[in-house]
């Protein structure tokens, strides 16, 4: 394009040399030219919203990049760079537009009436099947051909349309002799105990069996004794999506479901959803919480990958599709622990000692970021023992106990840490006091292994035991953070060693692998950055209450309004990140081979690598950003 800063001159040349306006007579392109408008647009506006229905543009992007997110699932619809157009949605089809049109940096766009766009499409058969194609591939994302029926299920059924019949209700001391005989009656698994119209309680068949038929309880037990409180309970408009979730997470057979006013109206099971829509994970989660072995525990394990690929299929997206993924793993390596805690009690019933300790997640699992290829990253703390004798007594019942768990969750399908960043290694496995020393070690002689260990055992998060252990050790690391300020210029330089995998002229940097197809990295390259910026981020704003990445992006905008668009361009690449890896990860599973992380751009479409490009380089202006902002520039490491 020629160098001059007449914008007439610019979009004719413009016109000229871009498909499909190229094909076009001069004649023509000077209809389209004659009433065009030239707007500029910061990062972040919103051009087109969603549903617009009086369309009455063509744009033409003259610089800068625009995005095209579809509204509902959330899917790339298009990424839209110079010479690409946009808008002709609504003034081929005449129909509400189903995307929203974003600015991703700042744009400028010729705006083509659509009055002169129709002329010419009326008049220009060749013209006009480049939009037609243009429309067919966009409609190949809006409209997924594959398992459209589960998949409008999934986010357009309400739980209250799953809701058949009125509530079954008994009061709090009804004996369980007369909930049984009730629920017989009315043909039910489960009752809601109310007290004066107020929920207390849900009764199912499963508390009964467990409860009555094994003997541990009477029949004549009043049902408060037994009911599960308190009720979870989701409005009606709630999404089913959102009730697999809530399930999933609380692991409930049951779900409440409330009207308008917040009272409940109905019970929803799991069955009730699996009738519905053939699988789901809670009966999966349910299978974990009763399997009888770690070997029953791995053959659950291997058929998660094709529950996760079925669940993306239906048009779940990829951020919930890595939610539901770790709260299955989370619920694995809690079983699994149960399950070597019980037989090594069996084993050896003279070690056990009954002293508080807590199982860490760290790295990736810590921060819920699991993908469908993980190993293991755990420790843990104990409570500070008295004596020396206790603590003896302590480390001979846990340092069995985590080599048998590092092995069974190794047989389970969780490899071992290379690095050994495992409870099995005493290196982590310690008292609460030794932690909090530990950290501060870290923190005050920041030494490169230091740092590269605080980038994993910062993204800590308690799974199974004593969570106020944990909660006492972020205290002190927020109370150290205080106390040394400097640390997180420090952290900073770890967070620039790792460079989007791009050059100063927007091309992509591969690393060559034997005789595969050159590649990227996308977690060394592109998560991990992100992931390095926002914990910076978070713990300069001392947000300690969650370690994943979003949470503590959001959090960072939230306390400061300096680092609030750095912290959403970051948010927003990190989302495309995590969605790429996945469909990388899924094609790999397809194709019969490991998932990794070596992502060919070539193999990407068109839309695909403009849209790395574009994050990539917002990824590169927040690592200048914070680079200046803390000094890091003399500390990389």
């Known amino acids: 394009m020629p160098s001059t800063d007449n914008i007439a001159d610019r979009l004719v040349y413009l016109l000229k040399h871009t498909a499909p306006f190229d094909a076009l007579p001069s004649d023509a392109r000077a209809t389209l030219l004659q009433e065009a408008l030239v707007e500029f647009f910061p990062a972040s506006t919103i051009i087109m919203a969603h549903g617009a229905e009086d369309q009455r543009y063509l744009y033409v992007v003259e610089s800068g990049s625009v995005r095209l997110e579809h509204a509902t699932t959330g899917r790339l619809v298009d990424m839209c760079a110079t010479g690409d157009v946009f808008g002709h949605w609504g003034l081929v089809r005449s129909d509400a ?8 940096e700042a744009t400028t766009c010729a705006l083509i009436s659509g009055e002169a766009f129709r002329e010419v499409y009326d008049t220009h058969p060749a013209f006009a099947a480049f939009f037609k194609d243009s429309l067919q591939q966009q409609d190949d994302v809006v409209r997924p051909p594959l398992d459209t029926g589960t998949s409008q299920l999934l986010l357009g059924t309400t739980v209250g349309d799953l809701v058949h019949r009125s509530l079954i209700r008994c009061a709090p001391d009804a004996t369980l002799r007369a909930a049984a005989q009730q629920m017989r009656k009315e043909r039910v698994g489960s009752l809601v105990v109310t007290d004066n119209g107020n929920a207390l309680g849900i009764l199912t068949n499963s508390d009964l069996r467990d409860e009555v038929v094994a003997g541990e309880t009477p029949v004549d037990a009043p049902a408060r004794d037994v009911m599960s409180s308190p009720v979870i309970a989701l409005p009606g408009s709630a999404p089913l999506f959102e009730a697999l979730l809530t399930m999933a997470r609380h692991r409930l057979h049951h779900l409440a479901v409330s009207g308008e006013d917040g009272e409940v109206i109905g019970i929803i099971s799991a069955s009730d959803i699996a009738q519905a829509r053939g699988q789901d994970p809670t009966a999966t989660l349910k299978r974990i919480e009763r399997a009888p072995s770690v070997d029953e525990l791995a053959d659950i394990r291997s058929g998660v990958d094709t529950q996760l690929i ?28 149960k399950l070597v805690e019980r037989q090594l009690r069996t084993d050896h019933p003279e070690r056990y000692i009954d002293w508080p300790w807590v199982w860490m997640s760290l790295g990736s699992e810590g921060r819920k970021e699991m993908s469908l290829r993980t190993d293991q990253d755990n420790a843990i703390i104990y409570a500070d023992p008295p004596d020396e004798e206790t603590a003896k007594r302590v480390e001979a019942w846990l340092r069995p106990l985590a080599e048998r768990a590092n092995e069974a969750l190794a047989t389970v399908g969780y490899t071992l840490c290379d690095g050994d960043v495992m409870a099995r290694n005493p290196e982590w496995r310690l008292p609460l006091r030794r932690w909090k020393r530990v950290f501060r070690e870290w923190m005050f002689d920041p030494s490169p292994k230091a740092l590269m260990n605080a980038t994993i055992f910062f993204d800590l998060r308690a799974l199974y035991g004593e969570e106020r252990l944990v909660d006492q050790l972020k205290r002190d690391l927020r109370q150290a953070l205080d106390d040394e300020r400097g640390f997180l210029t420090f952290l900073v330089s770890i967070a620039l060693q790792n460079t989007p995998p791009l050059t100063f002229f927007r091309r992509f940097v591969l690393d060559e692998a034997g005789e595969e197809q050159p590649y990227f990295d996308i977690k060394l390259r592109g998560l991990m950055p992100v992931t390095d910026l926002g914990r910076v981020l978070a713990l300069d704003a001392r947000f300690l209450e969650s370690t994943n990445t979003l949470d503590r992006l959001e959090a960072a905008g939230k306390a400061e309004q300096r680092v ?17 890896r996945l469909q990388h990860q899924i094609r790999c599973i397809e194709d019969g081979r490991q998932p990794d992380n070596h992502v060919n751009p070539t193999a990407l479409t068109k839309t695909q690598q403009q849209m790395l490009k574009v994050v990539f380089s917002t990824m590169k202006d927040a690592q200048k950003a914070l680079e200046l902002r803390y000094g890091a520039q003399s500390v990389r490491t």
């Open 97 to 104: 537009v189903p995307y929203e049109a974003r600015a991703v």
């Open 310 to 337: 079925h669940l993306h299929r239906q048009g779940v997206q990829a951020r919930d599709v890595v939610r539901i993924n770790t709260e299955i793993n989370d619920q694995i390596t809690v079983r699994v622990l």
């Open 564 to 580: 609030r668009q750095t912290a959403e361009n970051l948010s927003d690449a990190y989302r495309h990140l995590e969605a790429l």
